[in-house]
């Protein structure tokens, strides 16, 4: 089994009701800092300020009335938890979240106004604990990303970003299991374009792009990354397959290039984003990654939630 | 003679090579905060991050070469200058900004590196400056707002608002001396729409509202505001009158409304603006300005020139 377009396309119907068409747009005023034609597709201003929740309402729609009263579980950095206690809340049944102790505390608090129960973790134990309390509780267990229903979520964005930028040439997706970018190229490649799909990791953190040299499944040490969405070590056995297949390339992004992306979007294109959302756009800027002058260029803004205290990083960084 | 619909739709072509059609766009994850439709017309994504640049465009391409050849001359707190100085520099001719002392230094750079020539002047004496300027040396002045040419450039975000958004209901515009709005109601109200048209301007600086109160132009005291923005003292001979015909009502935003107004479209709607663009955002939010829950409301963002650092006055306010 794997993701099919018509997975996607199905998941686009299903999640219409409960999410948003996010706008595209052209931002000319970056393009002489990019050197490309530089379009954002912006799940930034997303419900729930993030993309996750395509991926999740995609899992709940799917799931029997039984599953639905018994409830569900995840573990999250943030991003995903809030999606997953806002769709919750929706469809008015029980949400548990296992965050991780490093996740910024404005986006624990959001998880707990939609309602949902939150239990502390590390990044390491996460998974092990949800899948220890989901089968004793019999709660359904949604992973961020390796799993072929939120793929499919988030796949929609693909097929958005064919109908609204039908002559894209290059698209780059922040990586950090691969749910997106998996769902993305999927989209992209089984609908016949002839878009180039890119992931972009931080360079602390490169698990595709070492999984991918090594041509299978590799854990790496993270060595520090501000990009508090992009924290995981090792691909997902479900991800990790499509991204092989389809992915033209995978790029990393400097700590330095995140900031000056983050920045660069903030002053230049008046748009507000994660630092993990601008791991492509700072790494275009910083000259980690080439790209064509006559090419459109399209960046997923994968988030915009953050604390008006974190801009405080980015204080001191030059883009220009 | 007054601004006439055709004015609009002749500026809309004329101008099209040189300036963008900005982005109309709904902000869902505003209108719990707003309590209405809220959708917003992003003219800080306009090239020189400011609505200034279509009025000035407009003019230019109405000289004839003898007047390009002399060059032209502008006094402006900012935006405008930089429209000036972009502008000439598009058409290869020479540009002098007259700049209040009040501005802030990134505003001043920017008109610099375009090739224009700054002289420091102050809000009370630049146009007396200029004007003298002008007759001695031949300059084409060209007016920030009291000149149809201007209005009718700015007047076609009014048709671009009608195009994107055909049944609006509300739109709100910032007013400082009152081009923009002038320009948005005439093309509104000549063409057909039966949209309400609103200028918002500073509590501290109500020359508008004191002037339709009293029925005649009336200069105010500026009692300080920190829109960098709206600073005019007195409406124009030539936008009030229009004022006074097309815009349905006039209200004022507090100091404590455009900033809450600024950080919740920041954080929540993800956009950046000058906090003169958030006066109407602002008095909605704050309660100064009350809006119906079924309407569509439009609000005009006038610019997105601002420094980094003036994101700290923001930083401890609440906007919730």
Do not use: W
């Given at each position: 089994?794997?993701?099919?377009l018509?997975?996607i ?15 595209l ?11 490309c034609e530089?379009y954002?597709k ?113 796949g929609?964005i693909g097929l958005e970003i064919l109908e609204q930028l039908p002559d894209v040439d290059q698209i780059f997706v ?7 970018l998996?769902?993305i190229a999927t989209a992209v490649k089984e609908s016949g374009s002839s878009a180039k799909v890119h992931g ?45 297949k389809y992915v033209d390339a ?41 790209v064509n002058p006559k090419d459109k260029v399209c960046f997923v ?20």
């Amino acid at each position: 089994m794997t993701l099919k377009l018509s997975d996607i396309q199905e998941a686009q119907t299903r999640i219409a009701p409960y999410t948003l068409k996010t706008p595209l747009l052209r931002l000319h005023n970056l393009e002489e800092y990019l050197g490309c034609e530089v379009y954002v597709k912006l799940e930034n201003m997303q419900l729930t300020k993030a993309f996750k929740l395509r991926g999740v309402m995609n899992t709940l729609l799917q799931l029997s009335d039984e599953q639905l009263k018994k409830g569900i579980i995840a573990s999250s950095s943030g991003n995903h938890g809030h999606a997953i206690a806002y769709g919750a809340k929706m469809l008015g049944i029980k949400a548990i979240v296992a965050v991780q102790d490093t996740a910024p505390t404005f986006k624990k608090e959001k998880i707990l106004e939609h309602g949902a129960e939150i239990i502390p973790t590390t990044v390491e134990e996460r998974f092990k604990l949800t899948e220890d309390l989901a089968e004793e509780h019999g709660y359904e267990l949604i992973h961020p990303f390796n799993d072929y229903r939120v793929m499919a979520g988030q796949g929609t964005i693909g097929l958005e970003i064919l109908e609204q930028l039908p002559d894209v040439d290059q698209i780059f997706v922040p990586a950090s299991g691969g749910g997106i970018l998996s769902g993305i190229a999927t989209a992209v490649k089984e609908s016949g374009s002839s878009a180039k799909v890119h992931g972009v990791e931080p360079f602390n953190l490169p698990k595709y792009n070492v999984s991918l040299k090594n041509e299978e499944i590799t854990k790496v040490e993270n060595k520090g990354t501000i990009a508090d969405g992009l924290v995981t070590v090792v691909p997902g056995d479900k991800t990790f397959p499509i991204v092989e297949k389809y992915v033209d390339a995978f790029h990393t992004a400097t700590e330095e290039a995140m900031k000056m992306g983050q920045k660069l979007l903030l002053m230049e294109g008046k748009i507000l984003a994660e630092i993990s959302s601008s791991v492509g756009i700072g790494a275009v800027l910083n000259k980690e990654i080439e790209v064509n002058p006559k090419d459109k260029v399209c960046f997923v803004i994968t988030g915009g939630n953050l604390g008006f205290e974190q801009l405080d990083y980015i204080k001191d960084i030059d883009y220009k």
